[in-house]
């Protein structure tokens, strides 16, 4: 079903991710004063692009861990890995279909001889672990909110799962090479596996906690993991361009409708996280680019 939604909405997908964020955009100032904007604290847009270089190196730590598990003329590097990352995440702002995921998986096979269809399974692998993270993360969180759980209470109950979710890889290895790699490769380390995913969504809710305290509105934790695990879940559908737009406005009617923020101010927090993302992604993501085609061209 989302292929067939992915195919139908693939002509319009950048028409539609730049409305939705010029419309989130218009929706979030109209109702925010400049003087609001002047008083945002500069430490604030740093500490988030900070969280977004973190957020970086560990989806990168991610799938260098899970490339080792498949055969390579050669060990792929993390740095390179990190390169690729940062590039395919610049890539992923053009209107296609997953531009980043291509070029990353053309630059393997020349330089590592990782085969294409490993590369679709290494992305197949981590797009089921984040379902496998996010979907019972934001259904604790929505339950705490609905049956109004004490906050502690929200928190044990999230330690428990994030524990059960990180050590069920370990005591289901045999099943996991069977049904995903089917080979004798070993996997590696696959209780990084979910690990690496969980510190990296509590990463990206910490970025959109400290966009609302930029504001000057703060938000609890929980609200902030909340809709961050759902606007990661839109992000995976790839119906726009990085979740351009989508992302903005899941987070406004989530926040909305589970705090007192209005959803203008919710849309503008998400802005700044998506702002402060672009403003690492577009330099740093353009000189690892440049990098990547002179270390080919070069040999």
Same mark, same amino acid.
């Given at each position: 079903?989302?292929?067939?939604?992915?195919?139908?909405?693939?002509?319009?997908?950048?028409?539609?991710?730049?409305?939705?964020?010029?419309?989130?955009?218009?929706?979030?100032?109209?109702?925010?004063?400049?003087?609001?904007?002047?008083?945002?604290?500069?430490?604030?847009?740093?500490?988030?692009?900070? !969280?977004?270089?973190?957020?970086?190196?560990?989806?990168?730590?991610?799938?260098?861990?899970?490339?080792?598990?498949?055969?390579?003329?050669?060990?792929?590097?993390?740095?390179?890995?990190?390169?690729?990352?940062?590039?395919?995440?610049?890539?992923?702002?053009?209107?296609?279909?997953?531009?980043?995921?291509?070029?990353?998986?053309?630059?393997?096979?020349?330089?590592?001889?990782?085969?294409?269809?490993?590369?679709?399974?290494?992305?197949?692998?981590?797009?089921? !672990?984040?379902?496998?993270?996010?979907?019972?993360?934001?259904?604790?969180?929505?339950?705490?909110?609905?049956?109004?759980?004490?906050?502690? =209470?929200?928190?044990?109950?999230?330690?428990?799962?994030?524990?059960?979710?990180?050590?069920?890889?370990?005591?289901?290895?045999?099943?996991?090479?069977?049904?995903?790699?089917?080979?004798?490769?070993?996997?590696?380390?696959?209780?990084?596996?979910?690990?690496?995913?969980?510190?990296?969504? &509590?990463?990206?809710?910490?970025?959109?906690? &400290?966009?609302?305290?930029?504001? $000057?509105?703060?938000?609890?934790?929980?609200?902030?993991?909340?809709?961050?695990?759902?606007? &990661? &879940?839109?992000?995976?559908? $790839?119906?726009?361009?990085?979740?351009?737009?989508?992302?903005?406005?899941?987070?406004?009617?989530?926040? =909305?409708?589970?705090?007192?923020?209005?959803?203008?101010?919710?849309?503008?927090?998400? !802005?700044?996280?998506?702002?402060?993302?672009?403003?690492?992604?577009?330099?740093?993501?353009?000189?690892?680019?440049?990098?990547?085609?002179?270390?080919?061209?070069?040999?």
């Amino acid at each position: 079903m989302q292929q067939q939604l992915a195919k139908y909405l693939k002509p319009f997908a950048p028409f539609l991710g730049l409305a939705l964020l010029l419309l989130a955009i218009y929706y979030a100032f109209q109702n925010l004063s400049f003087v609001t904007l002047q008083s945002i604290h500069p430490l604030y847009l740093f500490a988030i692009i900070a !969280l977004v270089f973190l957020n970086l190196l560990l989806t990168s730590s991610l799938f260098h861990i899970i490339t080792k598990s498949f055969p390579t003329t050669s060990p792929v590097r993390f740095r390179l890995m990190f390169k690729l990352i940062t590039a395919s995440s610049l890539l992923n702002y053009i209107p296609l279909l997953r531009p980043g995921l291509w070029g990353r998986a053309a630059y393997l096979k020349s330089s590592h001889n990782l085969a294409l269809k490993d590369s679709l399974l290494i992305l197949a692998i981590i797009l089921g !672990l984040s379902l496998y993270i996010f979907i019972p993360a934001a259904s604790i969180l929505l339950l705490g909110v609905i049956y109004q759980f004490p906050s502690f =209470a929200i928190n044990l109950i999230l330690l428990f799962a994030f524990i059960l979710l990180t050590l069920i890889p370990r005591f289901t290895k045999p099943l996991i090479q069977k049904l995903l790699l089917n080979r004798t490769h070993a996997i590696v380390t696959p209780t990084l596996w979910p690990l690496l995913k969980i510190i990296d969504m &509590l990463i990206a809710a910490l970025r959109l906690y &400290l966009a609302f305290l930029a504001l $000057g509105s703060p938000i609890s934790y929980h609200s902030a993991l909340l809709a961050t695990a759902a606007s &990661l &879940l839109i992000k995976l559908l $790839g119906l726009t361009p990085n979740g351009l737009g989508l992302s903005e406005w899941t987070v406004a009617g989530l926040i =909305a409708l589970t705090t007192p923020i209005t959803a203008p101010l919710a849309a503008a927090a998400a !802005l700044i996280d998506r702002a402060a993302d672009i403003l690492l992604t577009l330099p740093l993501g353009l000189i690892t680019a440049y990098q990547l085609k002179h270390k080919s061209t070069s040999k």
